[in-house]
T-cell receptor
Framework: DAGVIQSPRHEVTEMGQEVTLRCKPI?????LFWYRQTMMRGLELLIY????????DSGMPEDRFSAKMPNASFSTLKIQPSEPRDSAVYFC??????????????FGDGTRLSIL | DAKTTQPNSMESNEEEPVHLPCNHS???????IHWYRQLPSQGPEYVIH???SNVNNRMASLAIAEDRKSSTLILHRATLRDAAVYYC?????????????FGQGTRLTINP
């Protein structure tokens, strides 16, 4: 089975540019999560979706960040305009989540983003 | 959210057992104990979870104290591939079960 697929694996761009990160969850999974990992702050949950609907976006740092899930097999995380402090590894994860269950989250290999 | 405390780092030798401790003194009755690990340059991967009883799977064993205020992840025979950061996470089944809140974890080094 294909796991969670993220693209691109690496992105280097200049400050002020728009950045779009993409994620394809595991087929049949109904929950999708975006995380960010930095040395200073570790792994942080940015936002998650259940059945394509955003449930909790309290981790999104500011209005420059937006996430969409137009269908069950695709999600994007967009940063506009990007800043050097956005440099991090961004992970997408999915799970077959039902309420009151303990389904594990399956993570992609991440996108390493560098903003110059 | 209930918090967990783990040692920053541990070291062990290949083919020996490894016991990774986790303290969670404020655990609630609806908190499950989850373990994930993150190998270098990869995303986290699920290892095991439990509520009250000890649990075993193909990757590891989870030993949970009777008062549930601590737990231990056991790798029975470590290999070099087990070198990773191990995260102990409490997951409230009733509220916010979808969330995983990662701490700093324990960086495990395996010596050949």
């Amino acid at each position: 089975d294909a796991g969670v697929i993220q693209s691109p694996r690496h992105e280097v761009t200049e400050m002020g540019q728009e950045v779009t990160l993409r994620c394809k969850p595991i087929s049949g999974h109904n929950s999708l999560f975006w995380y960010r990992q930095t040395m200073m702050r570790g792994l942080e949950l940015l936002i998650y979706f259940n059945n394509n609907v955003p449930i909790d976006d309290s981790g999104m740092p500011e209005d420059r960040f937006s996430a969409k899930m137009p269908n069950a097999s695709f999600s994007t995380l967009k940063i506009q305009p990007s800043e050097p402090r956005d440099s991090a590894v961004y992970f997408c994860a999915s799970s077959a989540q039902e309420f009151y269950s303990n389904q594990p989250q399956h993570f992609g290999d991440g996108t390493r983003l560098s903003i110059l | 959210d209930a918090k967990t405390t783990q040692p920053n780092s541990m070291e062990s030798n290949e083919e020996e057992p490894v016991h990774l401790p986790c303290n969670h003194s404020t655990i609630s009755g609806t908190d499950y104990i989850h373990w994930y690990r993150q190998l270098p340059s990869q995303g986290p991967e699920y290892v095991i979870h439990g509520l009250t009883s000890n649990v075993n799977n193909r990757m590891a064993s989870l030993a949970i104290a009777e008062d549930r205020k601590s737990s231990t992840l056991i790798l029975h025979r470590a290999t070099l591939r087990d070198a990773a950061v191990y995260y102990c996470i409490l997951r409230d089944l009733v509220q916010g079960a979808q969330k995983l809140v990662f701490g700093q974890g324990t960086r495990l080094t395996i010596n050949p």
